[in-house]
C-alpha cells in the first residue's frame, strides 16, 4: 500500500513562507507524477502545482495564482515531494494534500490514485 504523509503547514503573517513536505513510502509505484492540491472551506480541491519527472528531465506546471511564489520540487533519494510557498496571501489558506499516480489530466483531483491526509496552511492579514 502507498502511503502519502504532508507536514510543514501552520500559521504564517502574510508575506511569509513555508515548505510543505510529502512522503512517499510503501511499496513502490511506477508513477512519474506528482501534484499539491488545496481546499478551502466550502471550495472545491484545487490544482496548485504538478511535477513529473523521466531520466534526465523534470517539468512543472502551476496554476496562475501561485506562479512566481510557489516552488514545487522533489527528492528522488528521500522519496519526497516539497512545495515551497513564498510571500503568502491570505487567499492562499487551505488544507493542502499531495497527490500521486494520475489517470488522466493532471490538474483534476479525480485521476490521482494516492492521496496524503492534508496539512492546515493558515495566512494571517
Known amino acids: 500500500q502507498v502511503q502519502l504523509v504532508e507536514s510543514g503547514g501552520g500559521l504564517v503573517q502574510a508575506g511569509g513562507s513555508l515548505r510543505l513536505s510529502c512522503a512517499t513510502s510503501?511499496?513502490?509505484?511506477?508513477?512519474?507524477?506528482m501534484g499539491w492540491f488545496r481546499q478551502a472551506p466550502g471550495k472545491e480541491r484545487q490544482f496548485v502545482a504538478v511535477?513529473?519527472?523521466?531520466?534526465?528531465?523534470?517539468?512543472?506546471v502551476y496554476v496562475d495564482s501561485v506562479k512566481g511564489r510557489f516552488t514545487i520540487s522533489r527528492d528522488s533519494a528521500k522519496n519526497t515531494m516539497y512545495l515551497q510557498m513564498n510571500s503568502l496571501k491570505p487567499d492562499d489558506t487551505a488544507v493542502y494534500y499531495c497527490?500521486?499516480?494520475?489517470?488522466?489530466?493532471?490538474?483534476?483531483?479525480?485521476?490521482?490514485?494516492?492521496w496524503g491526509q492534508g496539512t492546515q496552511v493558515t495566512v494571517s492579514s
Open positions: 497527490a500521486a499516480d494520475p489517470r488522466g489530466a493532471y490538474s483534476s483531483p479525480t485521476v490521482y490514485q494516492y
Open positions: 510503501g511499496r513502490t509505484f511506477s508513477t512519474n507524477t
Open positions: 511535477i513529473s519527472w523521466s531520466t534526465g528531465s523534470t517539468s512543472v
